[in-house]
């Protein structure tokens, strides 16, 4: 069952701070965090692995509650290039090897 | 060190035909991953391979078959197409890691643009 994210659109201004939710109705072995561009392949930002281990972006942050299914994306200081469709994917802890996309949160920066 | 590669880029085919999509990766994954993408669906899978020799269906398997030919292909083909199939797929890749119960993160190829008429 596919991740759920919210909200679905988001407008910010640069400068500002946004918050990206994703949640599994299923215990999770890790979530991944990709921003893509219109036309072009996703691009990774973060993984999030149960236990608390964490790779990525050294600008972007991410939580992740294991008890909860619940991951986070915090956008700090929105930069023009944040622009872009932001996605979670899954694995799950039933099936360790699957890797389902929620779908996506579409982010705007304007100047 | 090229990363995943898919071949075509783009393809239009008629209703009816078959074709492959090809993938590759040189990172000596073990998974290998097939997407669909249609606006405002996300990216939706449509098989998966955990390792060579081994496949699994996903979310939309539907119309589609695949071969782990070896740990480095992974193929998908449509043996009738239709015109529910034209979307963007993409191939991704990423590591399990044996031992820690974990993977890495997901290498996208750049995608193949399929419009079936």
């Known amino acids: 069952q596919q991740p759920v994210q919210s909200p679905q659109a988001v407008i910010l201004r640069e400068g500002e701070d946004a918050v990206i939710n994703c949640s599994s109705s299923?215990?999770?072995?890790?979530v991944h965090w990709y921003r893509q561009k219109h036309g072009e392949a996703p691009v990774f930002l973060m993984i999030?692995?149960?236990g608390g281990e964490q790779k990525g972006h050294d600008k972007i942050s991410a939580s992740f509650n294991e008890k909860k299914q619940q991951s986070s994306l915090y956008l700090t200081a929105s930069q023009l290039s944040y622009s872009g469709t932001y996605f979670c994917?899954?694995?799950?802890?039933?099936?360790?090897?699957?890797?389902?996309w929620g779908l996506g949160t579409s982010l705007a920066v304007n100047p | 060190n090229a990363g995943v590669t898919q071949t075509p880029k783009f393809q239009v085919l008629k209703t009816g035909q078959s074709m492959t999509l090809q993938c590759a990766q040189d990172m000596n994954h073990n998974s290998m991953y097939w997407y669909r993408q249609d606006p405002g669906m996300g990216l939706r899978l449509i098989y998966y391979?955990?390792?060579?020799?081994?496949?699994d269906k996903g979310e939309v398997p539907n119309g589609y078959n695949v071969s782990r030919l070896n740990k480095r292909e992974f193929s998908l083909r449509l043996e009738s197409a239709a015109p529910s199939q034209t979307s963007v797929y993409f191939c991704?890749?990423?590591?399990?890691?044996?031992?820690?119960?974990?993977?890495?993160?997901?290498?996208f190829g750049q995608g193949t643009r399929l419009t079936v008429v």
């Open positions: 994917g899954t694995v799950d802890a039933g099936n360790n090897r699957k890797l389902i």
């Open positions: 991704a890749s990423s590591e399990w890691i044996t031992g820690r119960s974990r993977n890495t993160e997901a290498f």
């Open positions: 391979s955990a390792s060579e020799g081994t496949t």
């Open positions: 299923k215990a999770l072995y890790s």
């Open positions: 999030l692995l149960k």
